[in-house]
């Protein structure tokens, strides 16, 4: 038998305030509300385990807290970062008994602009920052301080965004929701421009698509001529490239099975360079880091490394010592 839902709780009375120990317990179960993710009510069980510490201290009545759990229930899609945000202002209703019905609207309303402002916040700025600044580290240190520095980082943050907004919103309370109605498509642009201003950036920095092709007699480095054009401009083709395939209806894993298959055809003949620092049977560095399949041209062999002053003083004491094993005096400067 199906439950009906009241439209309004048995006792009025507003409830006590939160304390800031229940908030922050909330705060910490809201990390688990994709844990029951489903196609039919999304994030639903997640969003009342979260919220359930707070209702039961808000509803006394064992009525008035069963209606609630059963509206909690209700369908629900937001960002899990910001879901905070969401619950603030969802338990200062609740502690007001407003009505059920107005409080399921409130909740909608609330958690719908909150999946653009995310993925801006998150996914198109703090991540490609961070990704960004800590991947160079990891590589150029070859250390795992960068991993430890990015997972610190981005957690820091995100559980710091969670915290403030459960206490601002609760404290708030529904002014909240007409405070990120009203600006939430300036902050989302705003958002969108700065992680496409760093993913770009990225691009022009770790880009490092190039190519292995060289023209022979004389020997004119293909890749040399292209950063003479403009520097990192593989790269840059490539993403424009994707931009107007994406623009034309491809979708991402079709951007990236082209890409894929392009990598692997460029390697096997030889057009893109690699630097794996493979070298030869005879110990001589493979020109591009790899052997391609189809050498389909001459590719110059590598100059000889230059020697130090300790090598270049040994080679000279060789040439010294094996005149003077022929009759020949030379005497070595001091």
């Given at each position: 038998m199906a439950y009906n839902i009241p439209e309004k709780y048995q006792d009025l009375t507003p409830a006590a305030q939160l304390d800031n120990k229940t908030l922050n317990k909330?705060?910490?179960?809201?990390?688990f509300l994709q844990a029951s993710f489903n196609y039919e009510r999304m994030q639903a069980c997640g969003?009342?385990?979260?919220?359930?510490?707070?209702?039961?201290?808000?509803?006394?009545?064992?009525?008035?807290l069963k209606a609630s759990m059963a509206h909690n229930l209700d369908f629900l899609n937001t960002h899990p970062f910001l879901v905070t945000f969401v619950m603030g202002i969802?338990?200062?209703?609740?502690?007001?008994?407003a009505d059920t019905q107005t409080i399921r609207s409130v909740r909608i309303s609330a958690a719908g602009p909150l999946g653009g402002i995310g993925d801006a916040l998150f996914w198109l700025t703090l991540v490609p920052i961070t990704a960004g600044?800590?991947?160079?580290?990891a590589l150029n240190n070859k250390s795992i301080i960068g991993a430890i520095l990015f997972l610190a980082i981005f957690n820091a943050v995100q559980f710091a965004i969670r915290y403030f907004l459960m206490h601002w919103s609760y404290n708030l309370g529904t002014k909240a929701v007409t405070m990120l109605t009203s600006n939430a498509k300036e902050f989302t642009r705003a958002a969108s421009i700065l992680g496409i201003f760093?993913?770009?950036?990225?691009?022009?920095?770790y880009g490092t698509t190039s190519l292995r092709i060289m023209i022979v007699d004389p020997a004119i480095n293909v890749q040399s001529l292209l950063d003479g054009i403009l520097p990192k401009l593989i790269p840059l083709l490539i993403t424009v490239g994707l931009y107007f395939l994406i623009k034309k209806g491809w979708t991402p894993i079709k951007c990236i099975i082209l890409i894929l298959i392009t990598g692997i055809i460029g390697?096997?003949?030889?057009?893109?360079?690699?630097?794996?620092?493979?070298?030869?049977?005879d110990g001589h560095p493979i020109p591009g880091g790899y052997?391609?399949?189809?050498?389909?041209?001459?590719?110059?062999?590598?100059?000889a490394p230059e020697k130090t002053g300790q090598q270049a003083w040994d080679a000279l004491q060789n040439v010294v010592d094996?005149?003077?094993?022929?009759?020949?005096?030379?005497?070595?400067?001091?």
């Open positions: 909330m705060v910490w179960m809201s990390c969003w009342l385990w979260g919220i359930l510490p707070g209702l039961q201290k808000i509803h006394t009545n064992k009525e008035d969802v338990l200062s209703l609740e502690q007001n008994k600044i800590t991947a160079n580290m760093t993913v770009g950036a990225l691009i022009a920095n390697c096997a003949f030889g057009i893109f360079a690699g630097d794996s620092k493979a070298i030869d049977a052997n391609p399949l189809v050498q389909w041209y001459d590719y110059p062999a590598p100059a094996q005149l003077a094993k022929e009759g020949t005096t030379v005497t070595m400067p001091e």
